[in-house]
């Protein structure tokens, strides 16, 4: 492939110090040329690659102290770097230009004649990205965390690839010395006086190092620099890399009490890398990085932080070493290769898939035994005099769903939902009937599709659309400890709808009843719900990626799936795993072709006697 990187124009590949955006240029830049493809590096003058180097300026802009002080000339620097950039996409011919700049080149990604791919390096909720990237959200974009995409769930992303680095850099210190570090920026965001704090609460020593920005000037004299005695508190300013992987690996731990959401944060595996453990805020890229208690700690608090600093002698530093592994620059190589080399092979365009999700044998035989066997509908209509029938179909089963109290409201909104039961009375009967029904299906679909949730890693941020009275909601609940995850559900809030089987979207589609939902819902102990209105939210402003989205007899079944797709990826992250119900008659349209997926046929007795499908798709290749 003939590909071009766009580096940062404001420091040298690599840098000699501080940059982590360029040891990730640099790494990914050689790392392409060792795997045989010809890359042109788009950089400072003074740079040094494996690749061909094209000088946009002819000394990084570090080395210019009017762009250190001055915004205005940084702007202006960038302003017509941006326009040396596009002079030379536009007289060369590329397959792939890999923009690491940032917002400013996306504006003109329709005008560069080669696929523009944008590697995010930086928060999203900044305004300038919000409203560049939101302008130009169908470009094609890769974040380095999922936790990065939260403000921006709706881009289009191509993947999500962490950034590496080449751990055999980094020396490997199975004992440490007793001092903590802090290595970055100096800046608020930081965290950098939070440091300070944490070790004099812990009267303990700390190291600063890390580059002083003309803009961070102000806050390095006024907050940091009266705390540096030069024995407790030390700064040492920038350092190389040499200096660098022996400050980290004498460390206690790298102390990283971050006041903003990390987009990713190269540090964190640089110490791992050296044996350091991590302690940091749950903020950000964090919980995808470190593992609490094992490679580190993940604090909600400063004084939680504190009191894990105590304990940072459990922590096995050759498990650190072996989780910063999981980070190497190969692994982000290989993914950047495969990502560029299935858009020129046409297999991904703008979210296109043609591989297929894989199931085992033992789950797709689950999906038909288990609604089969268990789904709760016996006949079109359900009276009391199904309870027998239903019990018996229970029979040694737990009635993991429990019915509340029946009110005449509640029961209006049951009927809403569920027309086949025929309830009359607010009596003892009816409620057991309800029960029953309500149970016998999520049986049905617990045996079917538990072994596939199983199968996904533990689902921490999940949505269900279109819960109805929120029964498998809390029965997945209780039964696959989604207690200690976040869920969100989206339904209507109304007594009307327009069900129509397959067909297209309507606003006010969705009929329910919110108040009854949340009501079930706390009367079976599940209170880590949030409820969004469907006829007041749209789903493009749910706040994904979600790990796991399911709709049982909803998008697929009555609402069309492929009128619905557009609004429903973005709320996935490519190893996230999305499960919807569809009728028997379900055909393949176009978009549902550019992703993984499979349909497997299960028979159930509800809503009618006869076969219908479970569709599992992906934006990711994600082996189940």
């Not at 702007?75 to 002079?87: H, M, P, R, S, V």
């Not at 692994?331 to 043609?354: A, C, H, P, Q």
Request: aromatic share 12%; hydrophobic share 40%.
């Amino acid at each position: 492939m003939k590909i071009a990187i766009i580096a940062p124009i404001d420091e040298r590949i690599p840098p000699l110090k501080y940059g982590g955006i360029g040891r990730i240029v640099s790494l990914l830049a050689d790392g392409l040329i060792d795997k045989g493809h010809e890359v042109t590096l788009l950089a400072s003058g003074n740079s040094i690659s494996k690749a061909k180097i094209v000088s946009i300026f002819s000394n990084s802009l570090e080395k210019k102290i009017s762009y250190i002080d001055n915004p205005k000339a940084r702007e202006a620097y960038f302003q017509i770097g941006t326009a040396k950039i596009l002079n030379e996409l536009v007289r060369d011919d590329f397959d792939i230009v890999n923009n690491h700049l940032g917002w400013r080149l996306v504006p003109f990604w329709k005008l560069i004649p080669s696929t523009l791919i944008t590697t995010l390096h930086t928060p999203l909720d900044q305004v300038n990205k919000k409203i560049a990237f939101a302008e130009y959200k169908h470009s094609l974009f890769i974040s380095t965390s999922i936790a990065q995409r939260r403000p921006l769930p709706y881009l289009n992303y191509l993947d999500n690839i962490y950034n590496g680095i080449n751990i055999n850099l980094y020396n490997f210190s199975p004992k440490h010395d007793d001092y903590f570090v802090f290595l970055g920026r100096i800046s608020p965001e930081k965290g950098v006086l939070e440091a300070i704090r944490i070790v004099k609460k812990l009267k303990a020593k700390l190291i600063i190092a890390g580059a002083v920005f003309g803009w961070n000037n102000e806050y390095f004299s006024s907050e940091i620099k009266p705390h540096i005695d030069g024995k407790n508190i030390k700064f040492i300013g920038e350092v190389n890399d040499r200096e660098k992987n022996k400050l980290l690996g004498r460390a206690k731990a790298l102390l990283a009490p971050i006041l903003w959401d990390e987009p990713f944060g190269l540090v964190f595996i640089e110490a791992m890398a050296c044996g350091t453990p991590v302690v940091s805020m749950r903020r950000g890229s964090v919980p995808e990085i470190v593992i609490h208690g094992k490679s580190g700690f993940i604090a909600d608090s400063l004084d939680q932080i504190v009191q894990y600093c105590k304990l940072i002698d459990t922590i096995d530093r050759a498990f650190c070493r072996k989780q910063a592994q999981c980070f190497s620059s190969q692994i982000m190589i290989d993914k950047y290769e495969k990502v560029f080399s299935n858009l020129i092979r046409g297999k991904r365009g703008i979210g296109k898939f043609t591989s297929r999700l894989l199931i085992s044998g033992n789950v797709k035989k689950n999906f038909h035994e288990g609604f089969s066997r268990f789904s709760g509908g016996i006949r079109r209509t359900i009276g009391p005099k199904e309870v027998p029938e239903l019990d018996a179909r229970l029979a040694g089963m737990e009635r993991v769903f429990k019915a509340p109290p029946l009110t005449p409201k509640l029961i209006a909104a049951i009927k809403l939902i569920s027309p086949h039961c025929a309830f009359t009375a607010a009596d003892e009967k009816y409620k057991s009937v309800w029960e029953a029904d309500q149970n016998g299906a999520c049986w049905g679909e617990y045996e079917a599709l538990a072994p596939l949730f199983r199968s996904i890693p533990k689902p921490t941020k999940i949505l269900e659309i279109g819960p109805g009275m929120g029964r498998s909601v809390v029965f997945f609940s209780k039964k696959l400890g989604w207690k200690n995850g976040e869920i969100h559900v989206y339904e209507g809030d109304g007594n009307t709808t327009k069900y129509t089987m397959l067909g297209p979207r309507y606003e006010d589609s969705y009929c329910g009843n919110i108040r009854a939902l949340r009501y079930i819902l706390e009367f079976n102990g599940i209170r880590n719900v949030t409820i969004f209105n469907a006829r007041k939210v749209r789903l493009t402003n749910l706040p994904g990626p979600y790990d796991l989205l399911y709709s049982f007899y909803g998008i697929g079944f009555h609402w069309s799936l492929e009128h619905f797709l557009d609004d429903l990826l973005p709320l996935l992250h490519n190893q996230s795993v999305a499960v919807f119900t569809v009728p028997q008659e379900f055909r393949l349209f176009p978009k549902l072709k550019s992703l993984f997926y499979k349909i497997v046929n299960w028979k159930t007795v509800w809503p009618k006697d006869g076969w219908l499908k479970l569709l599992i798709i992906s934006k990711g290749s994600l082996p189940i």
